[in-house]
């Protein structure tokens, strides 16, 4: 580009030194002291944009510079005549000026005089440009630091606050000039937020962000709550400063506060009322339950909480109808289930009956979150209920069998008798053996009629204390022979501890040996045949369940079982009186007594009977609840 050489023009020095600077990176010019351009380099012209050394060599160099203000500085390096270094803005021959640092030296000739000044250019556009970016960064990063909604402190790693914006005066009336350069304890904080807040800033500087909420004091000492976050900021893995931003959660807290007050009153409420209130969502999560459904299922609150309503409480026989009709209200297709009746399973595996109000909990939206469960303990109620039933039933039963042993008991006496004198004379072999049927069947009737009149005059048992594991032993000991020509396999499962009532011991026999009786003649059809005796016991009652694999008893003959001469079995193999009796002994000792079809198939015979305490406060020798019938496992 250059086309004049250096030496040509300007006929200073030896060539080769002309050259050197002629090839120098950098920018070099020799200006006179009157400022007029005597020599430039290649560089220089490639720099402002000059063909030769033509059109700059005799110009004056504060020409070349874009403002006033280097115009005058660059006046005076020359009338001073000393070193310099500084910035200037220069014009480009065409284009954008340019950014130039300036070393400015005197030139000394042989004779100790200064016939010029050496400047070096050296283009610091770039870094200009960088810097001024820089600096229009810095100036918003302070401006969004300064108009953030949100208190901001940075702290240097030492603890001092290095800086705080407007908003941290706004909300605690602490100015900047007031905080800049102070170390804990900072002015707002309390004697309860120092360590917290000491500790934050130690994990914050080690391990990175770190978020806590914390009560600060105002200037004027009112307090306000504040959530902080702290963030370090770090430069080439080195911490250089911690950043905190504050949200005021004064109002947040004072809701919270409240809703926690509403939510205690309500729940003093709750526990005030008398029946079960339960919240569960729609996944049947229990979110909520009060005191008095604690104390009914024995549970401590916190052990219900988030636990599902249906597999901890709800019966096996209750569960999959419970979870239908459930699914049926959360779906809308019911508004609600009014006193629903259900089993629960309280915590020591006793079994309540519950009658319950289900009503829906919809948000905003319509739409249903969870079902409010309302609940009432009827289990004594309707034991009390089932009694005053049987009493009815006893008395209407016992006024019938009177009535029958009367009519018929002295006709059925005749006939024995007569047959009997009849059959011992001198009568043909032919009229013999029809007399021996008459016989018979009248003898069949009179034991039927003995079985009526013991039901129905209700003969005084004798009463006394008596452990169920041994009777319900005592009556298998006596099927055991025919449980093992039938193949029936009995399982006992009996409670660890012995089970007392106060009652007749051959009564009671006499109804574990119906009930079996009874089960062993539903398994005719099973292959598999199994026979399945438990015992259980809460505070009051005792329960013996009799359960079978049988063929299960139809759902409208479960209401009619116990009714005298009711039976299922083909004429000649039932009198229809085993259940009765049943029934009527232990009515009599002050029980219940019903029976219900097993979900995986066979029924059950539950037998509740008032328990007594073991007189001993020792333990006592365990029933071997195995091994002592037919078949047993």
């Known amino acids: 580009m250059v086309n004049n050489s250096i030496g040509a023009k300007s006929n200073i020095g030896d060539s080769v030194i002309a050259r050197a600077v002629d090839s120098a990176v950098n920018a070099i010019a020799l200006v006179d002291l009157e400022g007029k351009i005597i020599y430039v380099n290649s560089s220089f012209l490639n720099m402002l944009g000059y063909e030769s050394v033509d059109e700059v060599l005799g ?3 504060t020409a070349l510079l874009e403002t006033s203000e280097g115009t005058k500085e660059l006046s005076n390096v020359l009338e001073r005549k000393e070193n310099w270094v500084g910035e200037l803005t220069l014009k480009k021959n065409q284009g954008s000026p340019l950014f ?37 960064n810095v100036i ?15 702290l240097n790693p030492d603890t001092t606050i290095r800086y705080v914006n407007p908003a941290v005066e706004a909300l605690t009336g602490f100015s900047g000039e007031e905080l800049t350069g102070l170390k804990p304890p900072y002015p ?13 800033f130690k994990i914050a500087m080690n391990r990175g962000k770190t978020w806590f909420e914390e009560q600060y004091r105002k200037k004027n000492g009112e307090l306000f709550w504040a959530e902080v976050t702290s963030v370090p900021v770090k430069r080439k893995g080195v911490t250089e400063y911690c950043m905190t931003i504050w949200v005021d959660i004064t109002e947040r807290k004072q809701m ?34 009060n005191q008095r459904g604690c104390a009914l299922l024995g549970y401590e609150q916190e052990e219900l909480l988030n636990k599902n309503w249906f597999k901890l409480l709800v019966s096996d026989k209750s569960r999959r109808k419970v979870k239908h009709d459930l699914r049926n209200l959360i779906a809308g297709n019911v508004e609600a289930l009014n006193h629903y009746e259900s089993s629960l399973i309280t915590k020591s595996g006793q079994e309540k009956r519950i009658s319950s109000d289900y009503i829906p909990v919809k948000d905003t939206t319509g739409a249903v979150t969870g079902v409010l469960i309302s609940s009432e303990d009827i289990t004594e109620m309707r034991k009390a209920h089932e009694q005053l039933q049987h009493t009815r039933l006893m008395v209407s039963l016992g006024e019938m069998t009177a009535g029958i042993a009367h009519e018929v008991n002295n006709p059925l006496g005749s006939i024995l008798l ?17 007399l021996k049927i008459i016989h018979d069947e009248a003898k069949r009737a009179t034991k039927i009629m003995t079985d009526l009149l013991i039901y129905g005059r209700r003969a005084k048992p004798h009463m006394r204390r008596v452990n169920l594991h041994y009777l319900i032993d005592k009556a298998l000991g006596m099927r055991r ?18 089970l007392y009532t106060i009652g007749d011991s051959m009564q009671l026999v006499q109804v574990f040996m119906n009930i079996i009786l009874n089960a062993e003649e539903a398994l005719k059809q099973t292959e598999n045949r199994k026979i399945k005796i438990t015992t259980q016991a809460d505070s009051k009652w005792v329960k013996v369940l009799i359960a079978d694999n049988g063929s299960g008893i139809p759902i409208e003959n479960l209401n009619q079982i116990f009714y005298p001469f009711y039976t299922t079995k083909p004429t000649g193999e039932g009198t229809g009186l085993g259940l009765s009796t049943s029934y009527g002994i232990v009515t009599e000792h002050k029980g219940l007594i019903h029976a219900e079809n097993n979900e995986e198939g066979g029924a059950t015979f539950i037998i509740e009977l008032p328990l007594v305490q073991n007189r001993r406060n020792k333990t006592r020798r365990n029933i071997n609840s195995k091994g002592n019938t037919g078949n047993t496992e």
């Open 418 to 434: 007569y047959s009997e004198l009849i059959m011992a004379s001198d009568v043909p072999p032919a009229l013999k053996k029809d």
């Open 256 to 289: 919270e506060t409240q809703l926690k007050r509403e939510k205690e009153r309500a729940e003093t409420y709750l526990n005030i009322i008398v029946v079960m209130i339960a919240l569960i969502d729609t996944t049947g999560k229990i979110t909520m339950i």
């Open 188 to 200: 707002w904080l309390t004697p309860e937020s120092l360590p917290q807040t000491e500790r934050d």
């Open 481 to 498: 022979y025919q449980q093992r020509l039938k193949n029936i396999t009995v399982y006992t499962d009996y409670s660890s501890e012995p």
């Open 100 to 136: 130039l640092e300036l070393f400015a030296n005197p030139v000394i000739d042989e004779i100790g005089e200064i016939p010029c000044i050496i400047i070096s250019f050296v283009d610091v556009t770039e870094r200009k440009k960088i810097e001024q970016e820089l600096k229009e």
């Open 140 to 154: 918003f990063t302070a401006s969004l630091l300064d108009n953030y909604q949100h208190p901001i402190v940075v």
């Open 59 to 61: 110009q004056s160099v």
